[in-house]
């Protein structure tokens, strides 16, 4: 065995080398961008070609000596070794099989050694070919408890988000935590015990209405979430009274014409004065705008009108009168649900979907299932090639734009699309009642997704008036309580049992569909059928789609499209 110089033009490939697929473009310029920094670390391995010529075979180091190659050099080092009996054929599959990626802890600890060295976090990006945020990314592992540090190496890694958490934290608190919480010998740590043990608020920079002058006011120092969304601002502080107490001074300071500040239940919901009707529409001149702070801590704003109750002649107006209606043995028989009932219904799944899209996890595969989802939604209007009056590109097109360079190359890596995908579902996918409804397919996606945990509690005044007797009833009995003789009992029985820790959701408001609802959306399964056997052409397909689930009369009416049942 002997080290030589040698031009690496000069070497010849061993047809016999295991690894004959291609290697991916972004391996070959990570080694390319390796090679150009450092050279080559670890010689090609050759040996004289047995058929008498005088000329080198590859035996290990194909991608090395094309690399070199690319990057110009005149001469690199190779290791020339006997020829194996096999043509090296165990020898490259042992050498590429024994090959294993750094785990991050091996590759902070890595990085840390060149940064001792002089190296900065700039240049050993360019000799990685990694991003300057994944380099800062692993030095943050410098902030986590040595003896966590040694549970990961082991290959039992947290998620990002957990890491993350555990990365903020105190060194003292890591380590109470973790005493609580470590792990047997042999087995895997929890953890998401670990990181909810460690987790605290976070009140981000994105969300304040306040400037540099109340934050200063308020001593609210930001720090950088390098773990999040690279598009996006990631500051936050975990000083939660000072950044509220900043946006409440905001709120007081920037209050619009005819405008209030309004409290806040325990669930995030704005208190409305009463006998105040809120408007969910466009608030009109005489209406109020109050303004509030939601869960995250952002400024939120609400439209309403205070109710002119005006007597009948001859008669004295009642302080209820929907509850007189429910007491009289002559009244018309109410739905379980009123229609302000289902608009609110639509705006709660609306919302726990967004929730549920914007932080729940979810894997890839469901990503892309629910993009087709969500463009096969009713309220979805796209340019398309194909033909047809759609349009929606210009909403569709800024989320595009976010996976190019400046240049107009497609460039991008996972983290910006999964952003741009959930971005894309949340603009796509609606329960409003309305022209905006997405129909069954949003339901869908909400089951899918886990949406149900968002929902927010429903047993307040508000929603409670917008249901039946036998609702109420059946309500109160869910929750153990008796019903009352008078509705308006059964009601304030049913808002003081859940205003504690008891949360409703009413069950018409779960995101399952109806099964008559997917059967009417599999119906177009049957068109791709037809088009294979000598069917309809795809514009008859779609008349007939569209002739099939719309009612008579008004075919663009998606409170009944796919079947759903009209009011």
Not at 540 to 562: I, K, N, R, S, W
């Amino acid at each position: 065995m002997q080290i030589l110089k040698i031009d690496p033009r000069a070497l010849n490939a061993n047809p016999d080398d295991i690894r004959q697929s291609k290697s991916s473009p972004q391996a070959d310029a990570l080694l390319l961008a390796t090679v150009k920094a450092v050279g080559i670390i670890q010689p090609p391995v050759v040996s004289q070609q047995a058929d008498g010529g005088n000329g080198y075979l590859i035996q290990a180091g194909h991608r090395r000596v094309r690399a070199a190659i690319e990057a110009g050099l005149d001469e690199i080092d190779v290791v020339v070794t006997d020829a194996a009996t096999d043509n090296g054929a165990m020898r490259s599959m042992v050498e590429n099989i024994a090959r294993e990626p750094l785990n991050p802890v091996d590759q902070w600890r890595g990085i840390e050694r060149l940064v001792a060295l002089g190296w900065t976090e700039e240049a050993i990006a360019v000799a990685l070919s990694l991003p300057v945020r994944q380099i800062r990314k692993l030095r943050l592992l410098a902030n986590v408890l040595p003896f966590m540090l040694d549970q990961m190496a082991k290959g039992d890694m947290p998620n990002e988000q957990q890491l993350r958490t555990i990365a903020a934290a105190s060194l003292d608190d890591q380590k109470e935590v973790w005493k609580a919480n470590k792990p047997k010998k042999g087995d895997t740590a929890s953890w998401w015990q670990v990181a909810n043990g460690l987790s605290k608020t976070r009140m981000f920079a994105r969300d304040a209405s306040f400037g540099d002058d109340l934050r200063e006011a308020y001593g609210i120092e930001w720090a950088d979430d390098l773990f999040g969304p690279a598009d996006q601002d990631n500051r936050f502080t975990t000083n939660v009274e000072a950044f509220l107490g900043g946006q409440q001074e905001w709120m007081t300071n920037n209050l619009p014409n005819k405008g209030t500040i309004v409290e806040v239940n325990n669930w995030g919901q704005p208190e409305l004065p009463k006998k105040a009707e809120r408007v969910y529409g466009k608030p009109g001149k005489g209406d109020v705008t109050g303004l509030y702070l939601d869960r995250d801590g952002k400024v939120q704003s609400v439209h309403y009108r205070m109710a002119e109750t005006k007597p009948a002649k001859g008669q004295t107006a009642t302080s209820d009168g929907a509850d007189v209606a429910d007491d009289s043995a002559t009244a018309k028989q109410r739905p379980d649900v009123t229609q302000k009932g289902l608009d609110m219904i639509g705006d709660f799944r609306t919302d726990a979907l967004h929730d549920a899209l914007a932080r729940a996890p979810i894997e890839d595969d469901m990503l892309m299932a629910l993009l087709v989802l969500a463009f096969a939604g009713l309220n979805v209007r796209v340019d398309s090639g194909a033909g047809g009056a759609l349009y929606g590109g210009a909403r569709f097109g800024r989320h595009a734009a976010r996976l190019f360079t400046e240049d107009g190359r497609l460039s991008f890596d996972m983290d910006t699309v999964r952003a741009t995908a959930r971005a894309a579902l949340i603009d796509v996918l609606s329960c409003r009642r309305g022209m905006s409804n997405s129909g069954v397919v949003s339901r869908i996606a909400g089951e899918a997704i886990g949406a149900d945990t968002y929902l927010p509690n429903m047993g307040d005044e508000d929603f409670l008036a917008c249901l039946s007797r036998q609702a109420l009833e059946l309500a109160a009995a869910g929750a153990g309580i008796e019903p009352k003789a008078r509705v308006r009992d059964t009601r304030s029985a049913l808002v003081e049992h859940f205003a504690g820790d008891a949360s409703l959701v009413h069950p018409s408001a779960l995101f399952a569909p109806d099964p008559q609802e997917v059967t009417a959306l599999l119906r177009h399964a049957e068109t791709a059928e037809e088009d294979h056997d000598g069917g309809p052409t795809q514009q008859e397909d779609a008349e007939g789609a569209v002739a099939d689930d719309a009612p008579e009369g008004d075919l663009h009416d998606h409170d009944t499209a796919y079947g759903i049942a009209a009011e």
